[in-house]
């Protein structure tokens, strides 16, 4: 297992990093990344962006705002809050565990008289308020696990910045977003800062592996293409944003595998175009499925028809057929 350090607070660029060690970097041991971002909202890569965010207070707050590469649902990162990233390698690309790579985490944390615990399907809770999202995915032959550590975030510019929808708050028994998330710092016994916070945590990961910490260090040619990834995608807004085209139905509903948005263009009984969002956690991507569904009828029997065969636990996780088709036919 290797430590590679990233001091950069620019998310554009760290999200390039993190895919770009997770995809690109020929090496053979796991890594381990511990990461910060400057006040930005980075939305799952099936969400809506300008659905998620309060857009007016994002812009007179200069939060940025970027797209990543797995799935879940948007969270917002300050100079308070320390993510972490595990790329291993796995021999199973069928299966997606969050339990296996969040016990070092909780283990560390635990190590610091910290009481946590995994809660639901991606979330780390203290006193059953949120202080981390995970999220995954699966590329060559690895798994790339990440999410944040709320350690000492702004929790009042959090819950402005983000819209979250009123049904995610409800479906858990709460009010507001502020109610349901919490910083570490409060639950410690030392004063430490988070670079503190950091070290500690990173020597305990290694030691929970009964490793010595070692780093690596990326060649001027990977920070090249790192640079080139974020010129390319991760700064456009196209990535980040992509263009809202407009749909004359939208069907919406959330499971207990996530939430599905399904926006449909149907013109003289034929579906013309359409888009799928959602915080759901799937390998392959749903634009295969609104390839499939453009240029058919609208109609249950020939949507079902089509869809029939498709491996929908692959693009929507715990999401059924069943549950999928009352989002088109709501």
């Not at 007179?60 to 993510?83: C, F, P, Q, S, W």
């Not at 339990?99 to 809770?125: F, H, M, Q, W």
């Not at 990173?202 to 990834?229: A, C, G, H, R």
């Not at 980040?240 to 959330?254: L, T």
Request: aromatic share 12%; glycine share 6%.
């Amino acid at each position: 297992m290797k430590f590679i350090e990233n001091t950069s607070i620019d998310p554009h660029y760290n999200l390039a990093f993190e895919e770009y060690v997770f995809k690109n970097l020929d090496i053979d041991d796991d890594i381990v990344l511990l990461w910060r971002n400057g006040p930005s909202i980075i939305v799952g890569k099936n969400q809506n962006t300008v659905e998620e965010i309060n857009m007016e207070y994002v812009r007179e707050n200069n939060i940025k705002v970027v797209r990543r590469v797995t799935g879940g649902g948007a969270v917002y990162h300050d100079l308070g809050n320390l993510n972490f990233s595990f790329i291993v390698k796995t021999k199973n690309n069928e299966s997606i565990d969050f339990k296996t790579y969040n016990i070092p985490i909780i283990k560390a944390l635990e190590k610091l008289n910290v009481k946590c615990e995994l809660s639901g399907r991606n979330d780390l809770v203290i006193d059953g308020k949120k202080f981390s999202g995970i999220a995954q995915s699966i590329a060559k032959g690895r798994v790339l696990n990440h999410g944040t550590l709320l350690f000492d975030s702004k929790l009042d510019t959090l819950s402005k910045a983000l819209n979250v929808k009123r049904d995610k708050i409800e479906s858990k028994g709460i009010k507001s977003v502020s109610s349901r998330v919490t910083n570490i710092k409060p639950y410690l016994k030392e004063d430490i800062d988070i670079l503190e916070f950091k070290e500690v945590l990173l020597k305990n990961i290694f030691e929970y592996f009964n490793l010595p910490v070692e780093t690596y260090e990326l060649s001027e040619k990977d920070k090249e293409n790192i640079q080139k990834m974020v010129d390319e995608r991760y700064g456009t807004w196209e990535w980040n944003y992509g263009r809202s085209p407009k749909f004359n139905y939208k069907g919406y509903n959330r499971f207990p595998g996530g939430a599905v948005d399904v926006r449909l263009f149907v013109e003289e009984g034929i579906i013309n175009s359409c888009k799928i969002y959602g915080d759901f956690f799937g390998k392959e991507d749903v634009r295969d499925i609104e390839n499939i569904l453009t240029g058919v009828k609208y109609d249950m029997d020939e949507v079902e028809n089509v869809l029939k065969d498709i491996s929908m636990d692959k693009y929507f996780g715990k999401i059924t057929l069943e549950e999928f088709m009352k989002c088109i036919f709501n």
